[in-house]
């Protein structure tokens, strides 16, 4: 790694002094730039190819691991490029470039009633990039899916400098390789993107929240199952506790949302209490609007900054087994946060020995049951991998890397299997 | 004297001489799929039964540096399954079974060779179907709608193929066995499933697909509406879009897709509409009332004659049943078709149909139009007569500047049909060189040598100055 006045004097060469800082103490980089053009950061890439130099393509900073150490070169943040939404409501399409906030794009596309179907954590500071960079998503994925579902185009800065494209503002297209699908997800290990376009849906008329409190997570999981066989216009799920919980508390309360037109789901909300009632629920609320939006900004938005978290994905039939195995050794000071429909829990835990111990039994029951684990944080002593279990395409992945950044200066050791 | 065994002898001794076809009146069968303008015949054709098969045999292949490709049904209209090459075929129709279906976790993991459609019949009883629905979906297989990413007209609303795939047991072109993707709806690292969902085959043979399986909705009502011409049809999709209402589908046919039907089918399309919608939306019964209420508004306002609901099962089985066989229908009326596969933005249907037409008349070339319009797909069928050169030829023009108009409108060289051998000297329409060297890299990185269906999606050097590529000096003007 080569030292930040060696570095900065070269970078000297294609941005002005106030374009270049040094990188906050989160960051893995000594050195954050600011490009204020695109083509800045075509001939910075250009730059670190030809000098060695290591870059971290750097969205809104609110999903970063905790690297612990500086052993990357410089961070590049496309915030300040000058940008403007290219929006098309009659074809409900837009896009959307990189270093603009998700907030101030829905807020834009709003205007027309239209949304980006993601309902990523932190809106008001984390970047169209960083969101599609870590493939970041929230509870709206039970009715509209991830970014693999909603990025129709995305335009990259590959290795050698040079903005190239994949897909097409059609929200149909099979024209040569979906590059997007490599680019969603890989944390900038591949290029910098400049712009995504995205397939938009409607603003909903209507939305409406139910959450229910269960005394233990299997048994909420449970009315997943019997949710699905019930018509409803469901757009969100969530299983909460801990600091996910806005009810506080040792429940885990089970969020709901209906969304639609007005008449339809009000007769919904009548369905979805009796199929409630028949659980093991111990109670039932419609939430009023802004009931609501407190709560799913405490279920949603908050991302604890230090201990260990994890995102852990299983076969979604095992769930129930899976905290079958976990839940006698939870203890307080943990939280979960689960998306029944699709699998997914993420756990958060401090920084102890018995939660070290607790992770190991997790680890072991995701082996046994099928499924992954990805820690989002980890204490600074921890030994954890960042990816214990691996995919066993990890070669061809490998490989998929070594092509299309040969020299390896795309936040190298960053992703998967030491990528 | 050592005698060194042919692969077709080699062939033979891996699977039986049953299962390798090397008759050369056998393999004129092979010699295309259902673009019937590019034509090959192979080497050979083999019939795996396993992965392992798959394997040994492309293990074969390479070391004997010979071209090979994988096929199912056939039914690709881009040329994805022809040999351009020559070489062996892999034909996995006899991988045809539905491995497992699991209610609980909403899979099915079937094998490349499984029907669409039995998938859909085999999961109706317990109220599912697979979401992918091509209007080929009686003949064409899971295999090949992964390698194309196939549609349909439902994908308006439940997505395309690659939407439904979690993950597939793949071959690589040395034999090597890749399991990519899964049963979790997320696994870490580069999304190989999603690379690979629509590589026509470039990457790897796919043995085994784990797919989603979708809930049927509690109701569907389907609307068919009759215009007094193409135009106001297509002005009424791009407002009932622009309105941010997404039916399920919304197809549109016109009149001489409409007669062809009629004459063949008999389902009830009005012969002396010009253009007629075919508009379906589904999901929670209280919700389909007002929307359908405002579809039939905005049809109206736009001149539509008559807008009708489907009244029992029957009459909404029978117009669906028509639009699923258009193409078929319009064979029946002339000795040829050439069925292209462009996309527009949605707004800017009215005019590329207004374009299809004009094309047409100036080549002297019917056209049968059908398209899923809510996606902004046209299919249009371009009529002609395979024994006259002047034909074939006008038939290949038309089709060229259909497409060009497409992306001119901010379109797609295809929807939904691929690349393949029709297009690929299209491709430099709608990429850079340096957009294509990106896809190159990674095909390089699966299919080194190229021998794993070669001539497919990227421009061939031989024709390659025909097009006119986007140069990637287009960056100069952001510096």
């Not at chain 1, 890439?45 to 969205?59: E, M, S, Y």
Request: neutral net charge; hydrophobic residues 35%; proline residues 5%.
């Amino acid at each position: 790694m080569k030292s930040p006045e060696t570095i900065g004097n070269k970078l000297k060469s294609i941005f002005s002094t106030k374009e270049i800082s040094l990188s906050e103490e989160a960051l893995p980089t000594q050195l954050t730039v600011y490009p204020s053009t695109i083509g800045q950061v075509c001939e910075l890439v250009k730059l670190a190819r030809k000098n060695q130099i290591t870059l971290f393509p750097l969205g809104g900073g609110t999903h970063l691991f905790s690297y612990g150490k500086k052993f990357l070169d410089v961070s590049v943040s496309l915030k300040r490029i000058p940008s403007d939404l290219d929006h098309s409501p009659a074809d409900l399409v837009a896009t959307v470039p990189a270093g603009m906030t998700f907030s101030s794009v829905q807020e834009q596309l709003s205007k027309n009633g239209q949304m980006i179907s993601l309902d990523p954590p932190h809106t008001n500071s984390s970047t169209i990039g960083g969101i599609i960079a870590t493939n970041s998503f929230g509870p709206r994925r039970y009715r509209y899916g991830t970014a693999r579902d909603c990025v129709l185009e995305t335009t990259l800065i590959n290795s050698k400098g040079l903005a190239v494209k994949s897909g097409a503002k059609t929200v149909k297209n099979v024209s040569g390789y979906d590059l997007n699908k490599l680019y969603i997800g890989s944390l900038g290990t591949l290029g910098i993107l400049k712009d995504i376009t995205f397939k938009l849906f409607p603003i909903p008329e209507k939305r409406v929240t139910l959450a229910a409190d269960f005394k233990n997570p299997d048994k909420a999981v449970k009315l997943t199952a019997d949710l699905r066989k019930i018509p409803l216009d469901i757009e969100s799920t969530c299983i909460t506790n801990g600091v996910w919980n806005p009810s506080g508390g040792t429940n885990w309360t089970y969020f709901i949302s209906l969304a639609g037109g007005e008449k339809a789901i009000t007769p919904q909300i009548d369905r979805l209490f009796s199929i409630i009632k028949t659980s093991p629920a111990l109670n039932c609320t419609t939430l009023s609007s802004a009931e609501s939006n407190r709560f799913w900004k405490v279920v949603n938005q908050t991302y604890p900054k230090d201990g260990n978290n994890a995102k852990i994905t299983v076969i979604k039939k095992y769930l129930k087994s899976f905290f079958n195995s976990i839940f006698p050794h939870l203890t307080q000071g943990y939280s979960l946060k689960i998306f029944p429909d699709s699998g997914i829990v993420y756990i958060h835990c401090p920084e102890d020995d018995d939660a070290s111990e607790f992770i190991k039994n997790v680890i072991g029951t995701i082996r046994t049951l099928g499924g992954y684990l990805e820690f989002e944080l980890l204490p600074r002593e921890s030994t954890f991998e960042r990816w214990p279990i691996l995919p066993s395409s990890l070669p061809w992945m490998k490989k998929i890397k070594m092509a299309l950044d040969p020299e390896g200066i795309f936040a190298p050791g960053t992703f998967v299997g030491g990528i | 004297m050592k005698k060194t065994f042919s692969l077709i002898e080699q062939l033979q001794q891996l699977l039986g001489k049953d299962r390798v076809i090397s008759n050369p009146d056998e393999l004129i069968v092979f010699e295309c799929d259902a673009l019937t303008l590019h034509k090959n015949i192979p080497e050979g054709v083999v019939l795996p039964e396993s992965t392992e098969e798959v394997s040994a045999i492309t293990k074969l292949c390479s070391e004997h540096k010979t071209p090979f490709l994988a096929r199912a049904s056939g039914t690709g209209l881009s040329g994805g399954a022809t040999p351009a090459k020559g070489g062996v075929i892999i034909q996995l129709s006899r991988m045809n079974q539905i491995l497992e279906i699991d209610y609980e976790d909403e899979i099915a993991v079937v094998q490349p060779g499984v029907i669409n459609l039995h998938l859909t019949e085999a999961v109706s009883s317990r109220n599912y179907h697979f979401a992918p629905d091509p209007s080929s979906e009686k003949a064409c297989t899971i295999g090949g709608n992964v390698a194309e990413n196939a549609g349909g007209p439902h994908t308006l609303k439940y997505g395309v193929t690659t939407n439904h795939v979690l993950g597939m047991k793949t071959v690589s072109p040395t034999g090597e066995i890749v399991e990519i993707g899964g049963r979790c709806e997320d696994s870490p690292g580069y999304d190989l499933t999603g690379l690979f969902t629509g590589s026509e085959g470039t990457l790897g043979i796919i043995t085994e697909v784990t797919v989603k399986l979708t809930r049927n909705p509690e109701s569907i009502k389907t609307l068919l509406v009759v215009f007094n011409s193409v135009e106001d049809a297509s002005i009424s999709v791009s407002n009932i879009i622009a309105e941010g209402i997404i039916p399920a589908a919304m197809e549109l046919i016109d009149q001489l897709a409409i007669s062809a039907v009629e004459q063949h089918l008999n389902v009830g399309y009005p012969t002396d509409a010009t253009a007629v919608l075919l508009i379906e939306i589904d999901g929670v019964a209280t919700s389909l009332d007002k929307e359908m209420k405002r579809i039939q508004q905005i049809c109206l306002s736009n001149r539509a004659m008559i807008a009708q609901i489907a009244r029992t099962d029957k009459e909404r089985e029978d117009l669906w049943r028509g639009r699923k066989e258009t193409v078929g229908a319009l064979g029946k009326i002339t000795p040829a078709y050439y069925t292209n596969d462009g996309v527009v933005p949605r707004s800017k249907l009215p005019e590329i149909l207004a374009d299809t037409i004009r094309i047409g008349n100036k080549y002297g070339l019917r056209i049968g139009n059908i398209c899923h319009a809510g996606d902004g797909n046209i299919h249009p069928l371009i009529l002609y007569n395979p024994d006259d050169k002047n034909e074939v030829e006008n038939a290949i023009k038309v089709s060229e500047e259909i497409i060009k108009k497409c992306i001119e409108l901010g379109g797609s060289i295809t929807g939904e049909h691929g690349v393949g051998t029709e297009k690929s000297e299209y491709l430099g329409m709608m990429f850079s060189e340096e957009d294509q060297e990106q896809m190159k890299k990674i095909r390089d990185v699966f299919n080194p040598d190229y021998l794993l269906n070669p001539d497919k999606i990227f421009p061939t050097q031989s024709k390659r100055n025909k097009i006119n590529l986007k140069k990637t000096k287009k960056l100069k003007g952001w510096l």
